[in-house]
Nanobody
């Protein structure tokens, strides 16, 4: 079992920045690929970014590429999502997720463990 706890959400003006953190409980966190997803009201949960267990490989949704950066610190059992140039359409609940495997998944259904989410609201 892996327990995930997100933090760092809040209210920010358009053009601002936030850094989300996701702390994992498991000692073998380094063996898990990690992903960030988001869900806006009335919409399906969607992929935002993912990072391989080693941190070497990263993947981004087109909508956030060049604005968001995913990173991880395996010594701290934590994955981060740095969000810059935020837009009102980035408003959503952001979730982190964990998955062991050979490749880094980018689909919601492929992840095994989820956090409770953190709200990000971007005002115009």
């Amino acid at each position: 079992q892996v327990q995930l706890v997100e933090s760092g959400g809040g209210l920010v003006q358009a053009g601002g920045s936030l850094r989300l953190s996701c702390a994992a409980s498991r000692r073998t966190f380094s063996g898990y690929h990690m992903g960030w997803f988001r869900q806006a009201p009335g919409k399906e949960r969607e992929f935002v970014a993912a990072i391989s267990w080693s941190g070497r490989d990263t993947y981004y949704a087109d909508s956030v590429k060049a604005r968001f950066t995913i990173s991880r610190d395996n010594a701290k059992n934590t994955v981060y999502l740095q969000m810059n140039s935020l837009k009102p359409e980035d408003t959503a609940v952001y979730y982190c997720a964990a998955k062991r495997g050979l490749r880094v998944p980018v689909e919601v259904a492929e992840y095994d463990y989820w956090g409770q989410g953190t709200q990000v609201t971007v005002s115009s």
